[in-house]
């Protein structure tokens, strides 16, 4: 009887001291488990206007609503703008769970002109908080009170449809993460206003100058006439283009198409010359037989080198 009894206190010892070590370790875990889940701030955009868009720096205005909604009570709010800084910001409301600004700012976004004057850029609002890092607030995208109103027009360009976007941006600098809300607007030129004020005049030089074939040979002085008015016209030409433009690294679809004109210019003068030559020392028939094969080869090679340009570069 004394063992049973002595045997049940010692279980009963080893099951408490089993109990209490749990407890411990699942009150050290859970001061050890941080809270998984970051203050969230809806972040919406409504656009009302959108000023000038300028090609050389991609500097524009904007006038739009920022609203800042929370499902509780809203962090304090400290944001910025990382392409720009606001001119204006007039708080319409100021509710624990909800604020509302309008705010008109100074913006610029990065343009990309490799395919000019074709090329498609991209409007941007990108905000951030000053201060505090994504594991104290994180945006995310509030599809309800974003929008661009219908009135909102950009003179020259086609606006598509707007999208918004929530990323990480990390700095390595200072090894923090910020959250990051981007409302883009991509926009385009119009094709037509675009051909009509850069392309066609072109077109018309080289028509202009590949009619010279279908002179005679007799008339050389005129035929090498009309190739270096074309060859001047395309360099005044291309110079004004590229004063619409800042410096860039790289040639433009414009350039490229400007170099391949260059080419089919020096091509022409190169045969007229050659013909010229050729009737001075008195070979008449090489001249005669160069004149014919040219005569309506050229009308036809060239506009497909134009049109393998647009294939392969736009």
């Not at 905000?127 to 994504?134: G, Q, S």
């Not at 005569?295 to 736009?314: A, G, N, Q």
Request: glycine residues 2%; proline residues 4%; hydrophobic residues 45%.
């Amino acid at each position: 009887m004394m063992k049973k009894f002595l045997l049940f206190i010692v279980l009963s010892t080893i099951l408490i001291l089993n109990a209490s070590l749990i407890l411990a370790i699942d009150s050290k875990t859970s001061n050890l488990v941080p809270n998984a889940t970051s203050p969230e701030i809806k972040v919406g955009i409504y656009l009302l206007n959108l000023g000038k868009f300028d090609i050389s720096t991609g500097s524009f205005t904007a006038d739009f609503y920022l609203s800042l909604k929370c499902d509780g009570t809203c962090p304090e709010q400290d944001f910025e703008f990382m392409n720009g800084i606001a001119s204006s910001v007039d708080k319409l409301t100021d509710n624990p769970n909800e604020k509302l600004y309008r705010i008109q700012a100074n913006l610029n976004s990065p343009i990309d002109l490799k395919k000019f004057p074709y090329d498609r850029q991209k409007i941007q609002i990108i905000i951030e908080d000053k201060t505090k890092t994504i594991d104290k607030v994180k945006y995310v995208a509030n599809y309800d009170q974003s929008g661009i109103d219908p009135s909102v027009s950009f003179s020259g360009w086609i606006m598509g449809n707007y999208t918004q976007d929530i990323e990480e941006h990390y700095y390595t600098v200072y090894d923090e993460t910020y959250s990051q809300y981007i409302f883009t607007i991509p926009i385009s030129k119009i094709i037509m206003n675009s051909t009509i004020k850069t392309i066609l005049p072109v077109v018309f030089i080289i028509i202009v100058m590949l009619s010279s074939f279908v002179l005679d040979i007799d008339k050389l002085t005129t035929r090498i006439a009309m190739v270096s008015s074309a060859l001047v016209a395309s360099v005044m030409f291309h110079v004004s283009l590229a004063n619409q433009i800042p410096p860039l690294s790289y040639l433009t679809f414009m350039d490229k198409f400007m170099v391949l004109t260059y080419f089919v210019i020096l091509v022409s003068f190169t045969i007229n010359i050659s013909i010229m030559e050729l009737t001075k020392k008195e070979k008449t028939a090489m001249a005669e037989k160069i004149h014919h094969r040219t005569e309506y080869t050229m009308l036809i090679v060239v506009p497909i080198l134009y049109i393998l340009l647009f294939w392969f570069f736009l």
